[in-house]
């Protein structure tokens, strides 16, 4: 089989990207409208920053307590199927011990979920939580650490013992060295100072990295915060 001329593919390779820019440039241009177009289905979720916060810690207690509500998970799946309208987008980590949607007692279509092992900023999770907000109108994120978490507690390793983990690993345990660091010579238990550090520090990279979650923060439609998940009680205690 004969190749083709290269400058039949260089066309057709600047056609792609082309057609790439354009979809990118319109996708952007379409965010805006989209928040006001999406559809309500949900109006108890239409809140102000401060309201989403008192309603969530509210849930959490129910939960720690052991008095959650019971929800109509059938009548929600109909009434979310032409869209959704959250009232938080939470970045936790993938802990399997840690269920976000149970910890805060929320039924279908209240919570927005990004996860991942130590709950830290990468790029897609930025995108969706940016999506969340621009696009859903949700009015609170929180960044959910929790106690024990395995991941900081590799990166404290890295630190102080220079472990070595296998596979991608290693990586990861990386992530953490700035805010292990951060506590290493503070009072208290490092493994928890680290935790809270993290939660810290990933709050601060979200309002710095994303003028988009920025610009919403200064006009009051946002509300950016931190807490550590206590595995034991199911408390959630605010940081920062």
């Known amino acids: 089989m004969c190749d083709r001329p290269s400058h039949i593919n260089e066309r057709r390779s600047f056609l792609r990207l082309a057609a790439i820019s354009a979809g990118a440039t319109m996708l952007a241009g379409t965010l805006p409208s989209l928040a006001h177009a999406m559809p309500s289905p949900k109006p108890a979720n239409d809140l102000n920053p401060q309201q989403a916060l008192t309603r969530l810690m509210a849930g959490n207690q129910r939960y720690a307590e052991g008095v959650t509500k019971r929800h109509d998970f059938m009548s ?51 995108a969706s939580l940016e999506y969340a907000v621009a696009v859903l109108g949700t009015p609170l994120i929180l960044v959910l650490g929790h106690d024990s978490c ?91």
Request: some cysteine; charged content about 20%.
């Open 150 to 240: 395995g991941a900081i507690a590799a990166g404290v390793k890295a630190v102080k013992d220079n472990a070595r983990f296998p596979g991608k690993i290693q990586g990861l345990a990386d992530t953490f060295k700035p805010s292990v660091n951060k506590v290493l010579k503070a009072p208290g238990d490092l493994l928890e100072n680290a935790i809270a550090q993290n939660v810290t520090d990933t709050v601060m990279r979200l309002k710095a990295e994303s003028s988009l979650l920025a610009d919403a923060v200064s006009a009051g439609k946002l509300q950016i915060v931190g807490g550590v998940y206590k595995l034991r009680s199911g408390n959630v205690k605010l940081i920062g």
């Open 76 to 126: 929600e799946r109909e009434l979310l199927a032409g869209g959704q309208n959250p009232f938080v987008a939470i970045l936790s980590c993938a802990d399997s011990r840690i269920a976000p949607e149970y910890a805060f007692d929320t039924a279908l279509g209240d919570l927005f979920a990004v996860r991942v092992a130590g709950n830290f900023v990468t790029d897609e999770g930025l």
